[in-house]
């Protein structure tokens, strides 16, 4: 049986690009309308103005202030610290943190994260969340169609210091996505997250306008010193999200954005990303 899901690296050679992008996106758009909150549904996350939290995405690149309930932050603190997870995405390396509160004190040498990977799909509080009618309509209104799931992660970042290609490789510097011609991810801290404890942090309003050469070299952006990507866009517009845990945020990963590398504590935080089309494996290294 043939695949019938669009090939992947031809989206990425070509989503580099705003004006293919909003050419795609335009002839992607459903035809019918996007999925809306039913008034037999209720919301995790209680009640959403979703038109205002989208068009707050199209304009400044993110929406913060989602919240998870405490009971789901505690269901899910409890799903890592019973579960499996991967030391920098090994699956030859498994480690199971044992209690959410001495989280990295006998982790092994090197080891900068550390994620669930498959093993996140055993929890069915996430399994609620990725099918939750809030985050649903959030994600319909932002794409102009129907969402598609297309991975989620849990997974730890620790305080340990590495070189630039360490921090390249666990996200750390400053890049931006490329999963389809228009895609969106929702974060949400299960940690609380300071200035120390490695906040995510983007660029206000990069998704869009970016120089020509940023278009063109795609996510080789993230070879770039961060200091010379701050100095195109303005140290200005640079936001670092923190929050307690629960605390959530809806993002556009076409702006340039990063996991910073936490200084003192750990953090543990969820996505769960949505978009236009079924790329298959795309997240392959989530295990999802």
Sequence with gaps: MSDSRPPTVLMRKFARFEIVRDWAAMLLKSPTKPREIGREESSILGNLDVNSIAATIET?????????PEDVVQELLEFASSTVCY????LKRPWRCKGTEQVGANLPKNSRLCSYMSNSKLSSTLKKLEKDPGILAIAAKFLGAQAVHMGSEISWSFPVAGTHVQQREAAQVFHYDLDDYRFIKFFFYLTDVDISSGPHAYIRGTHKDKKLLHQLIGTRCANIDDEKI??????????????KAGFGFVENPLCFHKGTQPTEKPRLMLQIEYAINDYGNIHEAWGS
């Design 230 to 243: 701050v100095e195109c866009y303005g140290a200005q517009n640079v936001v670092n999200v923190c929050g």
């Design 87 to 90: 030391i920098n995405r090994d």
């Design 60 to 68: 400044d690149s993110c929406y913060q202030g989602l919240q998870l």
